[in-house]
């Protein structure tokens, strides 16, 4: 990803980011012709898009179920101190975990916000005696079991 400035997005850019983010798999003819422009102009608009940072990675999204994941815990964790040491080692081991989907430094009543697949809410107590409680600096964790997924990883609404 490029460092230095950015080209302003157009309607043309704008409409090839809305294209892939709903399907990632299109080809660039599909695409091409999806946003009204010649494959090759389709082909450059989009290496730049990549280039510059605007899409960050393509990948496909695997149903958890299928792969035995059904259970999905959020996580609020407050740190016994708020210094920057104890947010770098906290982030440090938490990157390490595999069963982590996401980590939020946030305002509000925790210092974290973690997103957890696991298969079952046993799952869920092991990793929880494991790992959560040993995290470093950790004070308190609240669980939250997900019990419907009402809206997830809807697209960026622009």
Same mark, same amino acid.
């Given at each position: 990803?490029?460092?230095?400035?950015?080209?302003?997005?157009?309607?043309?850019?704008?409409?090839?980011? *809305? *294209?892939?983010?709903?399907?990632?798999?299109?080809?660039?003819?599909?695409?091409?012709?999806?946003?009204?422009?010649?494959?090759?102009?389709?082909?450059?608009?989009?290496?730049?898009?990549?280039?510059?940072?605007?899409?960050?990675?393509?990948?496909?999204?695997?149903?958890?179920?299928?792969?035995?994941?059904?259970? %999905?815990? %959020?996580?609020?964790?407050?740190?016994?101190?708020?210094?920057?040491?104890?947010?770098?080692?906290?982030?440090?081991?938490?990157?390490?975990?595999?069963? %982590?989907?996401?980590?939020?430094?946030?305002?509000?009543?925790?210092?974290?916000? %973690?997103?957890?697949?696991? *298969?079952?809410?046993?799952?869920?107590?092991?990793?929880?005696?494991?790992?959560?409680?040993?995290?470093?600096?950790?004070?308190?964790?609240?669980?939250?079991?997900?019990?419907?997924?009402?809206?997830?990883?809807?697209?960026?609404?622009?």
């Amino acid at each position: 990803m490029k460092a230095s400035s950015t080209t302003p997005l157009d309607r043309i850019d704008l409409a090839i980011l *809305r *294209r892939l983010q709903s399907d990632g798999r299109l080809s660039n003819a599909e695409l091409a012709k999806a946003v009204n422009v010649s494959p090759a102009t389709c082909h450059r608009r989009t290496q730049r898009l990549f280039d510059e940072g605007h899409v960050t990675r393509v990948r496909a999204q695997i149903n958890p179920v299928s792969i035995g994941l059904g259970a %999905l815990v %959020l996580v609020g964790v407050v740190l016994d101190r708020s210094t920057p040491e104890s947010f770098a080692a906290f982030e440090a081991a938490v990157t390490e975990m595999k069963e %982590l989907l996401d980590c939020h430094l946030v305002a509000g009543d925790f210092d974290y916000l %973690l997103k957890i697949r696991v *298969r079952d809410m046993s799952d869920f107590n092991l990793l929880h005696g494991k790992m959560l409680i040993a995290l470093p600096g950790v004070r308190q964790i609240r669980t939250f079991f997900v019990m419907k997924d009402v809206k997830e990883n809807a697209p960026l609404p622009f």
